[in-house]
T-cell receptor
Framework: ELKVEQNPLFLSMQEGKNYTIYCNYSTTSDRLYWYRQDPGKSLESLFVLLSNGAVKQEGRLMASLDTKARLSTLHITAAVHDLSATYFCAVDSGAQKLVFGQGTRLTINP | ETGVTQTPRHLVMGMTNKKSLKCEQHLGHNAMYWYKQSAKKPLELMFVYNFKEQTENNSVPSRFSPECPNSSHLFLHLHTLQPEDSALYLC?????????????FGPGTRLTVT
């Protein structure tokens, strides 16, 4: 059974700092997705990573995938308050089934 | 309307009520999904429909009954629910082709069972 673990689960950081969220998963997969969720809102797709070594960047966020290590990272550069949200990684376990991590609640303070 | 829409956005129901949640996708996708998001658990997949056919039932209790009349519409019929069923219910859709099954989510229905 595929298990997906994110860490940290809670992250409070200052504006302007850099930090990384980690997503580990337990069985082989080469498709991984990152989503953002604002309070009371739905999930917004951020990145789709489809192969080993894939790297995607959008603004201050960069995501990467290492399928051999079964690890994805979401790196935040020079954080700004607008990035405060909960971030989820989701791993494709086959047959369109996504298994989600617990989510990382990110709070960025001025 | 664009993307994935869900109605109602909020629902309060008693344990003896019967209600339905509705989802509609305007993306031309051919797969639709129901997820449950509880306060302290990861997002849980409930049902998957491909081309209107149910392909996944993730051990969901029978008090939840899905219906997919066509590729654009998905319903979740609810009856005799329990308080622990209170949660955010999210609908999603995706294209089933190629290697990218990126799922697009609706705004969700916040369900409270009293």
């Amino acid at each position: 059974e595929l298990k997906v673990e994110q860490n940290p689960l809670f992250l409070s950081m200052q504006e302007g700092k850099n930090y990384t969220i980690y997503c580990n998963y337990s069985t082989t997969s080469d498709r991984l997705y990152w989503y953002r969720q604002d309070p009371g809102k739905s999930l917004e797709s951020l990145f789709v990573l489809l192969s080993n070594g894939a790297v995607k960047q959008e603004g201050r966020l960069m995501a990467s995938l290492d399928t051999k290590a079964r690890l994805s990272t979401l790196h935040i550069t020079a954080a700004v308050h607008d990035l405060s949200a909960t971030y989820f990684c989701a791993v494709d376990s086959g047959a369109q089934k996504l298994v989600f991590g617990q989510g990382t609640r990110l709070t960025i303070n001025p | 309307e664009t993307g994935v829409t869900q109605t109602p956005r909020h629902l309060v129901m008693g344990m003896t009520n019967k209600k339905s949640l509705k989802c509609e996708q305007h993306l031309g996708h051919n797969a639709m999904y129901w997820y449950k998001q509880s306060a302290k658990k990861p997002l849980e997949l409930m049902f998957v429909y491909n081309f209107k056919e149910q392909t996944e039932n993730n051990s969901v209790p029978s008090r939840f009954s899905p219906e997919c009349p066509n590729s654009s519409h998905l319903f979740l019929h609810l009856h005799t629910l329990q308080p622990e069923d209170s949660a955010l219910y999210l609908c999603a859709s995706s294209q089933v082709s190629g290697v990218n099954y990126e799922q697009y989510f609706g705004p969700g229905t916040r369900l409270t069972v009293t």
